[in-house]
């Protein structure tokens, strides 16, 4: 059996639990460290497959601003962040954009959506 | 000149949460002044994640933690005036404002909140060397840039100062394509969150140079290479150690400063620890009827602590437009002492305050494994253990109406060995 301890950050909330992760075979066996149940929740899904919540902008045309917020959800897998970045740089909407709008469905295979995280009023 | 019962200063997180406070607690007669175009502040540029967990139980971005306050704001039926500069305050609570619909205009107000946010320290307030080429930006500029106005400020980039707007945008410009080198802190350890340096440097192997600093900046007509060196415990850099890095841009995220020009203006005095006004219990200046809150007030780590101090000010507010604080009674003073640098309110009076006060503060340096303590008159009222305190995370500590009697003198937080 390969065991393994990984020492971890939580980025779940401001607090930043330091947080120990005890893996045999792969498989999480322990959690010591984290302070609430989302600590638990990140370090068993981090030490396994880390995901991360992208936030950023996709070019709009004919609204008050050139860009509009968005967010991919759910998280996306870590490895697989840049790929989005792709997929949102390469991305066009038109105004109005309002908050929730999916604007890219199962954004580079990732099974999540890129949605609208601001509204974007028409020009 | 027109009249109102409560004017608001800026649509910020702050001034939303005060009005909507006031609002709920019976003023009918609000307005809230704002200079920008959209309401929301600084918010609307904060595109990431991680607002509102306090709040709401979960994490929203920028523009929907400030989407959140705004719905309640219009359900309320409360005024915000775009586009509104506020030029002058007076201590009588008169308004010099100006806009393009209605040009100079002068408002009366029973009581104003002072909710103006804060500002970045500029290249001007560091010494830095060097000509003045393009390139150089503090990080939020360069954040309204790429997130407001869809502007890429540069490819190679160096960040001077760990606080969390430049680890954000370490991030941020990241994942828009640029090559961010390193960021270089002055102080020997960050004053970003933790979960900041773990999401926004590690996940993407930028270094953090820890007791770094620019020396340099090369380039006539745009930042070609900063200089950077490693700093002695003087905070002075030590010759040997320079490096030039190649770059075209140079961030910087060194601090942010209360914007209180109009407070001055009226008379309120400010502390020359925390920038903003001195305020008691209420969170009210010393200029009966006008109160701050939010980052106006002393620099916050978090939103969402912003928008429940402001509700405590606007509520306060309504309070006062109602009459009840007029006889306050004597001032308890609150101090911070051995490496607690200041809290807020500084001073609590009895008679008015409420069944509880929040009181914040912050610690001077990191500590590990200490003990916070309050004190009243010599005697220890609190003592909690610690595993770490950090200068960029607020503390606080709720203080009861029964911990104070009519003749406590005084209020100590400290921060203890045992």
């Known amino acids: 059996m390969e065991t393994k301890t990984m020492n971890l950050t939580c980025i779940r909330c401001p607090m930043g639990c330091s947080i120990r992760v005890e893996l045999a075979d792969g498989a999480v066996t322990s959690v010591t460290g984290n302070t609430c149940r989302r600590g638990e929740e990140y370090a068993r899904t981090e030490a396994v497959a880390p995901v991360r919540t992208v936030t950023s902008t996709v070019k709009a045309r004919g609204g008050v601003r050139p860009v509009v917020a968005v967010k991919a959800v759910p998280d996306v897998p870590k490895q697989s962040i840049f790929a989005v970045m792709d997929a949102i740089r390469a991305a066009k909407v038109c105004a109005p954009v309002h908050i929730g709008d999916v604007l890219i469905a199962d954004v580079a295979g990732t099974g999540s959506n890129v949605v609208a995280s601001a509204d974007l009023a028409k020009a | ?418």
Not at chain 2, 101 to 129: D, H, S, T
Not at chain 2, 146 to 174: C, H, Q, W, Y
Not at chain 2, 308 to 337: H, S
């Open chain 2, 1 to 418: 000149m027109s009249v109102h019962d409560l004017i608001v200063i800026g649509a910020g997180p702050a001034g939303l949460a005060a009005a909507i406070a006031a609002k709920e607690a019976g003023v009918d007669d609000i307005l809230v002044l704002e200079r920008d175009s959209v309401p929301g502040g600084i918010l609307n540029q904060c595109i990431h994640n991680g607002f509102g967990l306090h709040t709401f139980q979960e994490e929203l971005t920028g523009p929907e933690y400030a989407g959140r306050f705004l719905k309640k704001a219009e359900e309320l039926g409360i005024a915000i005036r775009l586009n509104t500069m506020v030029l002058d305050l007076s201590k009588d609570k008169v308004l010099t404002v100006t806009s393009r619909e209605n040009g100079l205009e002068q408002l009366q107000a029973k009581a104003v909140v002072l909710a103006m946010g804060c500002r970045e320290r500029p290249r001007g307030a560091l010494n830095i060397p060097g000509y003045r080429p393009a390139g150089i930006y503090s990080a939020g500029t360069a954040q309204r840039l790429v997130n407001i106005e869809g502007f890429m400020p540069g490819k190679e980039v160096v960040i001077l100062g760990s606080g969390d707007i430049g680890l954000i945008m370490a991030r941020r410009m990241t994942l828009e394509g640029a090559h961010v080198k390193c960021v270089a802190e002055l102080l020997p350890y960050s004053g970003g969150l933790k979960r900041n340096i773990v999401q926004c440097l590690h996940d993407y192997n930028i270094p953090l140079k820890l007791s770094h600093t620019v020396i340099d900046i090369l380039g006539r007509e745009r930042v070609e290479g900063v200089t950077i060196a490693q700093v002695g415990p003087d905070r002075k850099p030590v010759p040997g150690t320079e490096e030039t890095i190649p770059c075209d841009t140079l961030l910087l995220s060194v601090g942010l400063l209360p914007e209180n020009e109009l407070s001055e203006n009226a008379g309120v005095e400010l502390s020359p620890i925390t920038g903003g006004p001195v305020v008691n219990e209420s969170l009210e200046t010393g200029v009966p009827g006008i109160f701050a809150c939010g980052n106006v007030l002393h620099v916050h780590d978090l939103v969402d602590y912003v928008s429940e101090e402001a509700g405590r000010a606007g509520a306060n507010a309504a309070r006062y437009i109602r009459g009840e604080l007029t006889e306050p009674g004597d001032a308890v003073p609150l101090r911070g002492k051995n490496g607690v640098r200041y809290t807020v309110p500084q001073s609590i009076r009895p008679a008015v305050m409420p069944e509880e006060v929040v009181v914040r503060f912050r610690v001077a340096e990191p500590y590990y494994d200490r003990y916070l303590s309050v004190y009243v008159d010599g005697e220890r009222i609190s003592h909690r253990k610690k595993q770490i305190v950090a200068p960029g995370e607020m503390e606080q500590f709720t203080l009861r109406r029964s911990q104070l009697g009519p003749d406590t003198r005084e209020v100590i937080f400290c921060v203890e060995d045992q």
